[in-house]
């Protein structure tokens, strides 16, 4: 009797030995999975639900505060957006979706340099991240910084091809040709021969043979 009891009593290792970290992070990437569905689908509220939960499940899951805060900006929630996003950051410093997103938030509030400070961290760590550099080209536009703006459509330019690399092409060009006569640094003027090596480099200007 004491034999049949022993037996009915077993458990199976590999049963007992299971992670429960391991079921937290299913748990948490089928929550982020509907909350992402929801909001695609426009269900806001549900997809704000999912997103909470999946970060009570697992609370350093960069995804899904970002999930949340596009889901607060879709409801005009913008402050408790930037909350959201201040907070993904804390837990995943250097998320650069994240970093993306908060650079969407200050401009929004019209704070530019800030949001442009961002965005240049982004592109510092990612440099072919192409959608940071088209808000770095726009946002260096309206700000009038044509030196950086110059820069960031370089940096597009780089991953087109055919048409839409030649239309970059003419916008780098005007870029050129505004920034020769708005920025005195940076102007092709100061690659005159009399212009001191500093000025020259500076200006990007191209080494001449001596």
């Not at 009797?1 to 970290?21: I, K, N, Y």
């Not at 909350?35 to 806001?44: F, K, N, Q």
């Not at 048409?163 to 040709?177: G, H, K, M, W």
């Amino acid at each position: 009797m004491l034999f049949v009891l022993g037996a009915s009593a077993w458990v199976d290792p590999a049963w007992a030995q299971t992670d429960p970290s391991r079921d937290r992070e299913r748990d948490a990437a089928r929550l982020l999975e509907m909350g992402r569905r929801m909001l695609d689908a426009g269900e806001v509220a549900s997809a704000t639900a999912f997103f909470r939960d999946a970060i009570d499940v697992r609370p350093d899951l960069a995804e899904a505060y970002e999930g949340l805060a596009r889901a607060l900006l879709a409801r005009g929630a913008e402050r408790d957006a930037r909350t959201t996003v201040e907070a993904g950051l804390g837990r995943n410093p250097g998320h650069v979706p994240l970093m993306r997103l908060m650079a969407t938030l200050l401009d929004r509030r019209g704070q530019l340099a800030e949001a442009a400070r961002w965005l240049r961290e982004v592109v510092a760590r990612v440099p072919d991240d192409i959608e940071a550099q088209r808000a770095r080209l726009d946002l260096a536009l309206r700000r009038g910084a044509f030196a950086e703006a110059l820069d960031a459509c370089r940096a597009v330019r780089l991953h087109l091809r055919d048409e839409s690399r030649r239309e970059q092409s003419r916008q780098c060009a005007a870029l050129e040709v505004l920034l020769d006569t708005t920025d005195p640094v940076r102007s092709r003027r100061q690659c005159r021969p009399e212009a001191s090596a500093v000025r020259r480099a500076l200006a990007g200007c191209r080494a001449t043979a001596t």
